[in-house]
C-alpha cells in the first residue's frame, strides 16, 4: 500500500489549498482515512478523519473550516482547507488505518503567511 499526497504550497491567510492523497496497491475498503499536521517542532496531530461509509471527524481547530471527503472510484482522499492562517502551517499527512494497522504516505508541505 503506497500514499502520495499533494496539493500544499504556500497560501495566503484567508486562503484556501485542496490537498489529496491517492492511495496504490490498495482499493477502498472498510478503513479509516486521516489528516495529520506537523507544525515545527511540534507533535503529529489529527486534523481530520473519513470512513468508509462517510463519517468525519476534525480537530477543534479546523471545524467549519476544512472538509474531508473520499472518492473510492479513484482511491482518493481530499482535504479541502479554507480560511487558512498562520497555524495551519505545517506538514500534512495522510494516514489509512485498516485492522488496526496504520499506512502513512510522506507528507506536503502547507504554508500560510500572514
Known amino acids: 500500500v503506497q500514499l502520495q499526497a499533494s496539493g500544499g504550497g504556500l497560501a495566503q491567510a484567508g486562503g484556501s489549498l485542496r490537498l489529496s492523497c491517492a492511495t496504490s496497491?490498495?482499493?477502498?475498503?472498510?478503513?479509516?482515512m486521516g489528516w495529520y499536521r506537523q507544525a515545527p517542532g511540534k507533535q503529529r496531530d489529527l486534523v481530520g478523519s473519513?470512513?468508509?461509509?462517510?463519517?468525519?471527524i476534525y480537530a477543534d481547530s479546523v471545524k467549519g473550516r476544512f472538509t474531508i471527503s473520499r472518492d473510492s472510484g479513484k482511491n482518493t482522499v481530499y482535504l479541502q482547507m479554507n480560511s487558512l492562517n498562520a497555524e495551519d502551517t505545517g506538514v500534512y499527512y495522510c494516514?489509512?488505518?485498516?485492522?488496526?494497522?496504520?499506512?502513512w504516505g510522506k507528507g506536503t508541505l502547507v504554508t500560510v503567511s500572514s
Open positions: 494516514n489509512l488505518r485498516r485492522y488496526g494497522t496504520d499506512f
Open positions: 473519513i470512513t468508509s461509509i462517510g463519517s468525519t
Open positions: 496497491g490498495y482499493i477502498f475498503g472498510i478503513d479509516v
